[in-house]
């Protein structure tokens, strides 16, 4: 149920932007979500249109992007692609992963008038 405050945080971001940079409508929000951030895309489309109902982002497509998850293995120093938290690398079997890439919620690109 997260998914409906975070919709709420991109609405705001939205509508942050539309005062600095001038625009009154949007008509497409690419967001870029990692495969680790506990985010479910199909919760997101259900509550961005819920909450941007009445808003300048009414009607607007969202698209996401699901980034996938790597890691860097600390004891044979490969990038090495992960599904979830705490997986074994595929080159070596260390536990010692740190996350670089997959954890990720942000606006990639809008589209305004």
Known sequence: ?????????????????????????????????????GVEPEAMRFHFDAVTRGTLAEGAI????????????????????????????PQCGSHQLQVIRGEELRVQQLEVE
């Open 62 to 89: 969202l698209e996401i992007v699901v980034v996938p998850a790597q890691a860097w293995c600390l004891p044979c120093g490969e990038k090495v692609s992960i599904r979830q938290y705490f997986d074994a690398c």
């Open 1 to 37: 149920m997260h998914e409906l405050s975070l919709c709420e945080g991109v609405l705001q971001i939205l509508e942050e932007q539309s005062g600095i940079q001038g625009f009154v409508r949007v008509n497409r929000v690419c967001l870029e979500i990692g495969a680790l951030a």
